[in-house]
Each structure stands twice: as C-alpha cells, then as structure tokens.
C-alpha cells in the first residue's frame, strides 16, 4: 500500500509542475515584454524631440500612417485576416476595439505635445501615476483585489497631485491625461483576445484613413513637412512606424501574459527615464514644487512595491 500511495503521489506531483511550467514560462516572457516596452517608450522623447518643427498632429498622423502600413505587411504575411474579420464582426468585439483605439490615438497625441511643448517633466508625473491607477482600474473593473497598502500608495500620490496644483494654481491636466488615457487603454486591452499585431493593426488603420487624408491635403497646400523639409525628416516621419510599433507590440503581449497589477510594476521604468531625460538633456527646469511633488510619487510607489514584494512575488 505505501509504495502504491507514493506512486500516486508522484504522479499527482508530476501533473503540478507540469501544469505550473506554462504559467511560470508565460510570467517571465510576460516580465520580458513589459521591460521592453516600457524601456522603449522610456527613451522614446529622444525620437519626437527631433520634430522641433513639426506639428504635433501632423507627427501623429504620420505615426499611424506608417505604422498601419507596416501592420499590413505583418498581417499578411501571418494570414491573419480571414481570423480577424470573423472576430470584428461580433459588435461587443468591434465595440472594444473602438475604444482602444481612442485612448491610444489621444495617448499619442498628449504624449508627443507634452515633449514639443517642453512638459515632459508633467508628462512623467502622468506615468509615475499610472501603476497606481492600474491597481484601482484592475479593482474596479476587473475584480482585482486592493490591498490598504495600495489604497494608501493611491492616496499618497493624489497628495502630490494636489501639491502641484496649489502651487501653480492649475491642475496638472497633461499628467493626468496621459495616466487616465493609458490606463484605460491597458485596461481595454485586457478585454480583447486578439494578438498583438492584430489588435494594433485595427487600432492604426481606423485612425489611417483620416490621418492620410491630412497628409494628401497638407502636402497639396504646401503645408506639411513630408517630402518638403528635406530627405531626413522624411525618413524619420517614416520610422515613426516601427517605433511606435514594436513597444506596443511588447505591451499588447505584457497585457495578455500578467495581471492588469503586474504590468503596472514595470512602468515605473518609463517615467524615470523621461524625467531624467526632461532635467537632464532637454533641461527642464525642476523646482522645489516639483521635488515635494516627486517625492511622494515616489513614496507612493515605494508602498506600492514594498506591497507587492511583501505579498508575492511579482510574477506570482
């Protein structure tokens, strides 16, 4: 009977670790794709601060022109048409991706103004934020439970906000566009299953059809910076397709391998490096309003972490 009991149990044990290796796999690829993202867009200011002369809207049409374009190449060559077609055609799944792409397309846009108007410094403060608002959107919309060390991080950073908007008598509402826009997004994201090229070819080519009428016309009135300022902005209004592609390629797949929570954990690596690019190499200035305000920011996430690493691990 003992040999016959411990047969079973190794079997049963043998069916765990079997059935927990994917889990784990998908954890550390998931942790992969969400570093590469966020460093990607963490770097990223250094690419739009190159459009100086451009308008931001012309930069974002471009942006989702080429990057549709690109998608179109991706998705055919995976033939991954006829799939998305049967999948669009449900209206509670064309609904949600409607929604994607407007938080994603005005993300875009806050985003790239907030480096051409110099506000790259209120632009992090948005993203330092957003892990935060993962937690409280995941609770809200996704049952994901909150913690009161959480609740708490939550609270600490809306101090901050508040801070700065006493101070300079507005509120900081690029930030909090740019947290809001991308949280929604990540949550949205969450709600469709579809891959990473798929969804993101959708969401550029809704937004390509009225951005290439604005580049036809711009071009036509002599407008627009594309094929007129040179064959160097040319190519690089051109890559702003790959390089606004592959970090949300990275990031549609983060969404679909970890928690709406865990994903929140790595953005901290985004805004850190903006802001030390904003003080750094576009010199910003950084007042003393902005240190308090920072600084509980980042005891907001110092919680934040600490809960998270006190619970479990971070790719539990």
């Not at 901050?160 to 690029?174: C, E, I, R, S, Y």
């Not at 566009?177 to 090229?197: E, N, P, Q, W």
């Not at 007042?287 to 305000?293: A, F, G, I, K, S």
Request: charged share 10%; net charge positive.
């Amino acid at each position: 009977m003992d040999g016959r009991a411990n047969h079973l149990w190794s079997k049963c044990l043998l069916r765990r670790q079997l059935a927990l290796r994917p889990i784990k796999n998908d954890s550390v690829k998931g942790g992969l794709f969400a570093f590469a993202a966020f460093f990607l867009w963490g770097i990223l200011p250094l690419y739009w601060k190159l459009f100086a002369e451009v308008s931001t809207f012309e930069v974002l049409c471009h942006r989702v022109l080429w990057s549709s374009t690109l998608l179109t190449f991706l998705l055919f060559l995976r033939g991954g048409f006829p799939s998305l077609w049967r999948y669009l055609k449900n209206s509670k799944h064309a609904a949600w991706v409607l929604f994607s792409t407007v938080f994603i397309a005005s993300n875009w846009f806050l985003f790239i103004y907030s480096v051409q108007a110099n506000r790259l410094i209120e632009g992090s403060l948005g993203y330092y934020m957003n892990p935060l608002l993962f937690v409280v959107l995941g609770r809200v919309f996704l049952g994901e439970r909150l913690s009161r060390l959480q609740a708490a991080a939550f609270g600490v950073a809306l101090l901050g906000v508040a801070n700065q908007t006493l101070h300079f008598g507005k509120v900081p509402w690029l930030g909090i566009s740019l947290a809001l826009t991308f949280g929604m997004y990540g949550l949205v994201r969450k709600k469709i299953s579809l891959d990473s090229i798929s969804i993101l070819w959708v969401e550029t080519t809704l937004v390509s059809f009225p951005a290439a009428v604005w580049v036809i016309h711009a071009h036509l009135v002599h407008r627009g910076a594309f094929l007129r300022q040179g064959p160097r902005m040319t190519f690089l209004l051109l890559a702003a397709g790959v390089i606004t592609a592959i970090p949300l390629l990275c990031f549609g797949r983060a969404t679909q391998l970890l928690r709406l929570s865990t994903v929140g954990f790595f953005q901290f690596l985004g805004p850190t490096l903006q802001l030390l690019i904003a003080v750094f190499i576009f010199g910003e200035p950084f007042t003393q309003t902005h240190v308090l305000t920072f600084t509980l920011i980042w005891i907001a996430v110092g919680i934040y972490c600490y809960e998270g690493f006190r619970r479990v691990s971070v790719f539990s």
